[in-house]
């Protein structure tokens, strides 16, 4: 299910305010919550084991944005991101879903015909990350612990902007976001 998000909140604020970091030319047209419960519980699932696997310690848990076409748009919304249809676009980092810190860079890839174009904006769970590599099909193990695994798989680890995630749990595609160039 999609509900439009009014203008008026802080909900929409929040979102505006990320986008125009790097998208101040660029207008948001529309923007829709997606609400899709059963995608929400297996989240907030895979949040309390990420969780427990490392006690004491913040789970990072980011907003970030997925360009895609038209045609994935529902898909996404009712089965979530699927990696194993990865590599439209290319696997630099790993063989996952990417997602960007930076709207601009999503943006590259919303191909459009009529000038509007969509974007999601997604919470991840990116966890403990490591820098990325081509043939990665999974996350590295982690050197302290070769039977535990890294979370994800980032472009540069001191300072990340595209995170690669391999497992879809990690992943809740959070809100649609239709955006016209201002002009």
């Known amino acids: ?100 810190r930076d709207a601009s860079y999503a943006h590259r890839y919303c191909p459009s015909s009529s000038g509007r174009k969509s974007m999601f904006v997604a919470h991840v769970l990116v966890g403990d990350f490591v820098q990325g590599s081509l043939e990665y099909r999974r996350p590295p193990p982690r050197p302290e612990n070769p039977n535990r695994l890294y979370d994800s798989c980032v472009d540069d680890p001191n300072n990340p902007s595209i995170f690669v995630i391999f497992e879809k749990l990690q992943i809740y595609p959070a809100y649609i976001l239709e955006y016209t160039h201002s002009s």
């Not at 998208?23 to 995608?39: A, T």
């Not at 045609?71 to 879903?97: L, M, P, W």
């Open 1 to 100: 299910q999609l509900v439009e998000v009014s203008h008026s909140t802080d909900e929409y604020r929040k979102i505006k305010d990320l986008f125009n970091r790097t998208m101040k030319d660029h207008k948001i047209r529309k923007l829709q919550r997606i609400q899709n419960p059963g995608l929400w519980q297996h989240f907030q699932l895979q949040k309390e084991q990420m969780k427990k696997r490392s006690p004491g310690q913040e789970l990072d848990e980011r907003f970030l944005f997925h360009g895609t076409s038209q045609s994935c748009v529902a898909a996404i919304c009712e089965q979530n991101f699927d990696s194993r249809v990865c590599g439209a676009h290319g696997t630099k980092y790993g063989k996952g879903s990417y997602f960007a």
